[in-house]
């Protein structure tokens, strides 16, 4: 039997979660003194309303080593093998904590843990394809093989409604941020090589800024691994998520379309409004 983790910056939906058997190990989130875990005593909502009231963004960190060892100790006394995936090691601690909790366990045999190199539903979708291997009886060394070829590539891309959370978390400039809000300016943001690196600006209203820039994925889309798509924001309208559905419900393509939104440690960093397309491409 073959147990999946996800740290929490997955963004996969308690109905998802449930779905796969997939469980959640949670990075903490700090609003001054106070200490949280992503998805479990803090919502979004509350962060931004923090967020801006202290014209700052929280710190973000990695699970803590007794947390990882808590969730995984009973797993191992069970001889369940897991395979962990979490945020891109270039973006956090998140799998070197799972590693360190793996070598406290004296279980390295039994815990794999695949460095996701993407973050949101990014990893989310490894998840799920690894849960649907381990659901059918592969075993862990084999599941790590299949996520080998998947890793390089997941396609998450997501464009940003206000330049305001990057800029205080210093992802940009402040006259860039003042610009942007000026002229209306939206980037997109793209996961490559583990990190998230600048695209195309778009500019106007963000309802045709997102379907613009769902238009343009559409050659990649179409390549795509049909089984799912993700449609994953921190909090959009939902007029504007309805159309990016639509949108993709036209192409006729995909099995799944799945909306999903974005856990806190996501939403600290991008801000409300951020809507991203995430899908396994060619």
Not at 14 to 22: A, C, G, T
Not at 91 to 106: H, I, P, Y
Not at 168 to 195: M, N, Q, Y
Request: net charge negative; hydrophobic share 40%.
């Amino acid at each position: 039997m073959t147990k999946i983790i996800c740290d929490s910056t997955c963004d996969l939906s308690e109905s998802l979660l449930h779905k796969y058997d997939i469980s959640i190990l949670p990075l903490h989130i700090l609003l001054d003194t106070e200490e949280y875990e992503d998805g479990v005593n803090l919502k979004p909502e509350e962060i931004y309303k923090w967020a801006n009231a202290h014209k700052t963004t929280p710190k973000t960190s990695a699970p803590s080593l007794a947390q990882a060892i808590a969730l995984f100790e009973p797993y191992v006394k069970s001889k369940t093998e897991l395979v962990c995936f979490p945020i891109s090691s270039e973006m956090s601690a998140s799998a070197d904590v799972m590693r360190q909790a793996a070598r406290e366990l004296d279980a390295q045999e039994q815990i794999t843990v695949i460095d996701s190199r993407n973050l949101s539903t990014g990893i989310g979708l490894l998840a799920v394809e690894a849960a649907i291997l381990a659901a059918k009886g592969a075993d862990a060394k084999n599941i790590a093989e299949k996520m080998e070829e998947l890793v390089p590539k997941v396609r998450a891309s997501f464009v940003v409604d206000t330049l305001t959370y990057l800029h205080r978390g210093g992802r940009c400039s402040g006259l860039a941020a003042f610009a942007g809000g000026a002229l209306k300016i939206h980037p997109k943001i793209e996961v490559l090589d583990g990190t998230m690196k600048p695209g195309n600006k778009y500019r106007g209203n963000m309802d045709r800024v997102i379907l613009h820039y769902a238009k343009e994925l559409e050659a990649q889309l179409l390549s795509a691994k049909p089984d799912r798509v993700f449609i994953t924001h921190s909090g959009c309208d939902a007029g504007i998520v309805e159309q990016v559905y639509a949108y993709l419900d036209g192409l006729h393509y995909f099995n799944e379309i799945i909306e999903t939104r974005a856990g806190g440690v996501i939403s600290s960093h991008c801000g409300p409004g951020t809507l991203g397309i995430l899908f396994i491409g060619a």
